[in-house]
């Protein structure tokens, strides 16, 4: 069971805006910023939205997310092939000594 | 620009201890609000934050594994290394180390490509 709980899969057609919800709670999303990561198959994650909002240089505006209170959530609107991938988000943790922790994943099926 | 490779063996038996280093390039292990972390992915599933490393020797661990990792660094080397003990199948897992720049970030922004290990007799 992940901290962070999130869909185990979403999708579109190209062109279209998806949108990944990621569910936390006080100790984690309620005070802490929300990061999220894409993953490539067969590849490492890589940083796609840092602080909530911010996109790494790079990153097309296509990516935007948002936070409100003990959720956060990615959109991604024209949707393009390449775009299919599996979508993390990730805060920190501050219950017990603290720790990093992440959702489940979500994988994002362009038909 | 900064690079981070994980080496080690690919193959653990039951009960032993997993080893991983890290080696970074492009990047100091000694750069400040910066902690060098081990994540894991287990077959088919998620991510999974094992802990990470400050380079004074500060750690953070996941309460989960907390009582079998250690993570320590090695200025000289600019790598930083993973051990897990008592390891059973269930750590079998591609592991990757990665830099959480909170400088820039407040994220990983740098990650290796993930190493393999597979715990079997």
């Known amino acids: 069971q992940s901290v962070l709980t999130q869909p185990p899969s979403a999708s579109g057609t190209p062109g279209q805006r998806v949108t990944i919800s990621c569910s936390g709670s006080?100790?984690?999303?309620?005070?802490?910023?929300v990061n999220w990561y894409q993953q490539l198959p067969g590849t490492a994650p890589k940083l796609l939205i840092y602080r909530n909002n911010q996109r790494p240089s790079g990153v097309p505006d296509r990516f935007s997310a948002s936070k409100s209170g003990t959720s956060a959530s990615l959109a991604i609107s024209g949707l393009q092939f390449e775009d299919e991938a599996d979508y993390y988000c990730?805060?920190?943790?501050?219950?017990?000594?603290?720790?990093?922790?992440f959702g489940g994943g979500t994988k994002l099926t362009v038909l | 620009q900064v690079q981070l490779q994980e080496s080690g063996p690919g193959l653990v038996k039951p009960s032993q201890t997993l080893s991983l280093t890290c080696t970074v390039s492009?990047?100091?292990?000694?750069?400040?609000?910066?902690?060098w972390t081990w994540i894991r992915q287990h077959p088919g599933k998620g991510l999974e934050w094992i802990g990470y490393?400050?380079?004074?020797?500060?750690?953070y661990y996941n309460p989960s594994l907390n009582s079998r990792v250690t993570i320590s660094v090695d200025m000289s080397k600019n790598q930083f290394s993973l051990s897990l003990n008592s390891v059973t199948a269930a750590d079998t897992a591609v592991y990757y180390c990665?830099?959480?720049?909170?400088?820039?970030?407040?994220?990983?922004?740098?990650w290796g490509p993930g190493a393999l290990v597979t715990v079997s007799s």
């Open positions: 990730a805060a920190w943790d501050n219950s017990l000594t603290g720790r990093g922790v």
């Open positions: 006080t100790s984690n999303i309620g005070i802490n910023t």
């Open positions: 490393i400050y380079y004074s020797g500060s750690t």
């Open positions: 990665a830099r959480e720049n909170q400088v820039d970030y407040d994220a990983l922004d740098y």
């Open positions: 492009g990047a100091s292990i000694r750069s400040v609000n910066t902690y």
